[in-house]
């Protein structure tokens, strides 16, 4: 079974722009959520999706917003990039949101980097 | 409140010795404590996890944890330590009656010298 996919591996933009990030979840996964890493602020949750609708969303600024698709695919966007948008962006899924003993899987990230 | 605290942001073994990678947690609820670990450039990769069953958990890799709550403790250990094993390893917490928002450590890179 495949894994978690996210696309593109690396990003460059540039402060002002905005930027869409891509995840396909593993093929029977229907909850998918989104984490930002950073050096200084370690790994925070950013939101999770389940069928098409967002459960859970983190403390991040209305810059930061996502959405599912009907084949479980999430986006998500950032508008306006600072530079402290720089990070690892993070997607994992699992089959069933808020069930602690279902294992989240991780896909291998997005870099973004804002010049 | 929720809280991770992973007690040392770097670990340094030799190969073939024993590694001990410390987590105390604080939650108000019944928690679930999970053990990641991270090799560069690539995503996480669950070792193991506690969801209130056994209190000692067995992961991959030789890996396990005991959950310890007169402690707040989860730490994790594996008796003998390999060269594959350096990375970077994330103690994370979910506590049940909350809203199953992950909670991070802020990570322990484990560093393994031949």
């Known amino acids: 079974k495949a894994g978690v996919t996210q696309t593109p591996r690396y990003l460059i933009k540039t402060r002002g722009q905005q930027v869409t990030l891509s995840c396909s979840p593993i093929s029977g996964h229907r909850s998918v959520s989104w984490y930002q890493q950073t050096p200084g602020q370690g790994l925070q949750f950013l939101f999770e999706y389940f069928s098409e609708t967002q459960r859970n969303k983190g403390n991040f600024p209305g810059r930061f917003s996502g959405r599912q698709f009907s084949n479980s695919r999430s986006e998500m966007n950032v508008s306006t990039l600072e530079l402290g948008d720089s990070a690892l962006y993070l997607c994992?899924?699992?089959?069933?949101?808020?069930?602690?003993?279902?294992?989240?899987?991780f896909g291998p990230g997005t870099r973004l980097t804002v010049l | 409140a929720q809280s991770v605290t992973q007690l040392d942001s770097h670990v340094s073994v030799s190969e073939g010795t024993p590694v001990l990678l410390r987590c105390n947690y604080s939650?108000?609820?019944?928690?679930?404590l999970f053990w990641y670990v991270q090799h560069p450039n690539k995503g996480l990769q669950l070792l193991l996890k506690?969801?209130?069953?056994?209190?000692l958990v067995k992961g991959i890799n030789g890996f396990e944890a005991e959950f310890k709550k007169s402690e707040t403790s989860f730490h994790l250990t594996k008796p003998s330590a390999h060269m594959s094993d350096a990375a970077e390893y994330f103690c994370?917490?979910?506590?049940?009656?909350?809203?199953?928002?992950?909670?991070f450590g802020r990570g322990t890179s484990l560093i393994v010298h031949p």
């Open positions: 939650s108000s609820y019944s928690p679930s």
């Open positions: 994992a899924s699992t089959t069933t949101p808020g069930v602690v003993t279902d294992t989240q899987y």
């Open positions: 506690y969801t209130s069953a056994a209190t």
């Open positions: 994370v917490l979910f506590a049940s009656g909350g809203s199953y928002i992950p909670t």
